[in-house]
């Protein structure tokens, strides 16, 4: 497949934690990165490589990945992290950044 | 600090020309690797295009091969996206991004609207 399936929405109480995932063919050759895009905004880095964080980024975001799965984990979510939330990975050629998943909508309650 | 400014966005009708533009300030813009990523009205992220830091290596979605060009002036600090034969379904905000091999795309322009309607 060519594509990275992210689930559509999911939702977090204050503090707690939350996982979302990215399923794709091309996650068993690339990691993913991450972006949080909020209304309005353009997408930020917040997670890229294995687990890594570009500075300024809260280190309650961390990342993980298994076979051909990638998954971004708020830990302790706060309300400024509501926002859509995307993958990215090369395309099965790795030839260049060409797959983003389908989006997921975090909700803080 | 790193910035991209897009421009060139508009209202065109189906089958017009656009030229966006991304001038790119606060980094070493000729070794960097660039693309294009678009958005339309409350849809996800797709990537358009990339270009190689000399502009020899190209690459470009299924979505708009033989109708976008990418092409990049490292004199003038500044990305372009050619659009011809626009299509409604090309609506949407066009975003510069500055890709590094480690990280991906870590830097992003703010956007231009295009929108394509009669």
């Known amino acids: 497949s060519s594509e990275l399936t992210q689930d559509p929405a999911v939702s977090v109480a204050l503090g707690q934690t939350v996982r979302i995932t990215c399923q794709g063919d091309?996650?068993?050759?690339?990691?993913a990165s991450w972006y949080q895009q909020k209304p309005g905004q353009a997408p930020l880095l917040v997670i890229f490589?294995?687990?890594s964080r570009p500075s300024g980024i809260p280190d309650r975001f961390s990342g993980s990945s298994s076979g051909n799965t990638a998954s971004l984990t708020i830990t302790g979510a706060q309300a400024e992290d509501e926002a859509d939330y995307y993958c990215?990975?090369?395309?099965?050629?790795?030839?260049?950044?060409?797959?983003f998943g389908t989006g997921t909508k975090v909700t803080v309650l | 600090e790193v910035q991209l400014v897009e421009s060139g966005g508009g209202l065109v009708q189906p089958g017009g020309s656009l030229r966006l533009s991304c001038a790119a300030s606060?980094?070493?813009?000729?070794?960097?690797?660039m693309n294009w990523v678009r958005q339309a009205p409350g849809k996800g992220l797709e990537w358009v295009s990339y270009?190689?830091?000399?502009?020899?290596?190209?690459y470009y979605a299924d979505s708009v091969k033989g109708r976008f060009t990418i092409s990049r002036d490292n004199a003038k600090n500044s990305l372009y996206l050619q659009m011809n034969n626009l299509r409604a379904e090309d609506t949407g905000v066009y975003y510069c991004?500055?890709?590094?091999?480690?990280?991906?795309?870590?830097?992003w322009g703010q956007g231009t609207l295009v929108t394509v309607s009669s």
């Open positions: 490589g294995q687990n």
């Open positions: 990215n990975s090369r395309d099965i050629s790795g030839n260049h950044l060409g797959l």
């Open positions: 991004a500055r890709e590094v091999v480690v990280s991906g795309i870590d830097a």
């Open positions: 606060g980094f070493g813009f000729s070794v960097y690797e």
């Open positions: 270009i190689s830091e000399s502009g020899t290596t190209i």
């Open positions: 091309s996650l068993r050759s690339y990691f």
